[in-house]
């Protein structure tokens, strides 16, 4: 069984950064894509970022393209998604989720997170 445990989310101002973490167990975390999507209230799960097994390739959606850095440590099963020049419409709930082959289609992906909340104060 794989599980993801997110964390770094809270409350910040908009400009400010946030950093957040996402540690695997279960299976070796390098067979795994990794992806980060977050919602917002009222809206559809949408996709944030995604990266490959050993750290290639990257993609981004439009929204956060510049301002947000995926990354992963395969040595301690852990990715990252760092967070700058953070704005109010980033406010949503953020997901890890790890897959054999997924991209940025939430359906592609097997196993979640239980997610952590950021919210950005204007």
């Known amino acids: 069984q794989v599980q993801l445990v997110e964390s770094g989310g809270g409350l910040v101002q908009a400009g400010g950064s946030l950093r957040l973490s996402c540690v695997v167990s279960g299976r ?16 559809e799960r949408e996709f944030v970022a995604v990266i490959g097994f050993y750290g290639r390739p990257t993609i981004y959606a439009n ?16 990715g990252y998604l760092q967070m700058n020049s953070l704005k109010p419409e980033d406010t949503a709930v953020y997901y890890c989720a790890a897959s054999e082959g997924g991209r940025t289609q939430d359906y592609e992906y097997d196993y979640w997170g239980q997610g952590t909340q950021v919210t950005v104060s204007s």
């Open 28 to 43: 070796t975390f390098s067979s795994y894509v990794m992806g980060w999507f977050r919602q917002a209230p009222g809206k």
């Open 63 to 78: 929204s956060v393209k510049g301002r947000f850095t995926i990354s992963r440590d395969n040595a301690l099963n852990s």
